[in-house]
């Protein structure tokens, strides 16, 4: 299970934070990390810590989104900065089980719009 929050509308050059905290350890995924779909397109993955801690994003967004994780709160989280009317889309935590197929979140409205 994966609890998400922190979507909602911003204005472009705005800044969210999205939080996912799964009900195992983050520390028990091979990735764990957040995609996006955006209306009539294919989800598309943004960013993700793997395995050791390597962090990899879709050049989409490098320089402009963050992912960090907080140990003690098991949560890991997407800072988005400088946003664009293009990253609207709705955002999905999703976490890859070693050897399981990837297990998603409800998903998240990420509204970019003035």
């Known amino acids: ?60 967004v490098k320089g402009r989104f963050t992912l960090s994780r907080d140990i003690d709160k098991n949560t890991v989280y997407l800072q988005m900065k400088s946003l664009k009317p293009e990253d609207t889309a709705v955002y999905y935590c999703y976490v890859q089980p070693y050897g399981e197929s990837n297990y998603w979140g409800q998903g998240t409205q990420v509204t970019v719009s003035s």
């Open 1 to 60: 299970q994966l609890v998400e929050s922190g979507g909602g509308l911003v204005q472009p050059g705005g800044s969210l934070r999205l939080s996912c905290t799964p009900s195992r350890s983050i520390f028990s995924f091979a990735a764990m990390g957040w995609a996006l779909q955006a209306p009539g397109k294919q989800r598309e993955l943004v960013a993700t810590f793997e395995v050791g801690g390597m962090k990899i994003y879709a050049d989409s």
